[in-house]
C-alpha cells in the first residue's frame, strides 16, 4: 500500500504568488515525523521543514509552512511568495517506528515558477 | 565538514558486472540508509542500518547487498548488474532513528547498466 502519496507530478505557480503541494500519509502508528525535501536541478536533496505527530502547531520555516491535518493525514507543503529557485522537485517523507524506522517518500511534485 | 560522501559519482556497468558503491559519513550518525531514484517514482528505500553491525531490507532489496563493520561506512554493492538497476542511486544518514530526525544526503551517484 502506498504510505505517501503526492498526486500532483507538476504544478505550475506565478513568482511572488503562493503554492500548496498536496501530500497524504498513511500509518497506524501514533508517533511519527514528516518531512518535506527539495531537490533542484542540481540533484541534491535539501531538508525543508519537519513536523511531528503530536505537534500542536503547524510547522514553519521562513516561507515554508506545513499545513498538518492529522484526521485528514495530510501534511501540504504550503510556499509563499514564490521564486524563481523555488523550481524544483519537492519530496513528502514520512518516518514511523513500524518496520524500524525507515523514512519513506512520495513520487514528488515538480514545481515550475513562471516569471 | 564533509557530511555525506558518495564515490562514485558516475558509473556505467555492463550487464552482469559487480561492483560497490561507497558512502561514509563524519557526523557519527548511528542510522544509514541507501535510496534509488527513478523517474516518477521517487526515491525508494534499498536497505537501511541502525548501527554498526545491524542492516535489514527496505522496499527494492533485491540485487543489492550491504554490510555496516563501523559506524562511518555502508557500502552497497550490486552483485550482478542488470539495465533495470540503472537509476540515481543516494545515500543518507539521520543522528539516530527518531521519527524526527532529519536525512543527511549524499550527491548521489548516477549508474547506467548497459
Known amino acids: 500500500a502506498q504510505k505517501i502519496t503526492q498526486t500532483q507530478p507538476g504544478m505550475f505557480v506565478q513568482e511572488k504568488e503562493a503554492v500548496t503541494l498536496d501530500c497524504t500519509y498513511d500509518t497506524s502508528d501514533q508517533s511519527y515525523g514528516l518531512f518535506w525535501y527539495k531537490q533542484p536541478s542540481s540533484g541534491e536533496m535539501i531538508f525543508l521543514i519537519y513536523q511531528g505527530s503530536y505537534d500542536e502547531q503547524n510547522a514553519t520555516e521562513g516561507r515554508y509552512s506545513l499545513n498538518f491535518q492529522k484526521a485528514r493525514k495530510s501534511a501540504n507543503l504550503v510556499i509563499s511568495a514564490s521564486q524563481l529557485g523555488d523550481s524544483a522537485m519537492y519530496f513528502c517523507?514520512?518516518?514511523?517506528?513500524?518496520?524500524?524506522?525507515?523514512?519513506?517518500f512520495g513520487a514528488g511534485t515538480r514545481l515550475f515558477v513562471k516569471a | 565538514n564533509a557530511g555525506v560522501t558518495q564515490t562514485p559519482k558516475f558509473q556505467v556497468l555492463k550487464t552482469g558486472q559487480s561492483m560497490t558503491l561507497q558512502c561514509a559519513q563524519d557526523m557519527n550518525h548511528e542510522y544509514m540508509s541507501w535510496y534509488r531514484q527513478d523517474p516518477g517514482m521517487g526515491l525508494r528505500l534499498i536497505h537501511y542500518?541502525?548501527?554498526?553491525?545491524?542492516?535489514d531490507q527496505g522496499e527494492v532489496p533485491n540485487g543489492y547487498n550491504v554490510s555496516r563493520s563501523t559506524t562511518e561506512d555502508f557500502p552497497l554493492r550490486l552483485l550482478s548488474a542488470a539495465p533495470s538497476q540503472t537509476s540515481v542511486y543516494f545515500c543518507?544518514?539521520?543522528?539516530?532513528?527518531?521519527?524526527?530526525?532529519?536525512?543527511?544526503f549524499g550527491s548521489g551517484t548516477q549508474l547506467s547498466v548497459l
Open positions: 542500518s541502525v548501527g554498526a553491525g545491524i542492516t
Open positions: 517523507a514520512m518516518r514511523e517506528p513500524t518496520g524500524g524506522f525507515k523514512t519513506i
Open positions: 543518507a544518514s539521520s543522528y539516530s532513528t527518531a521519527v524526527g530526525e532529519k536525512l543527511f
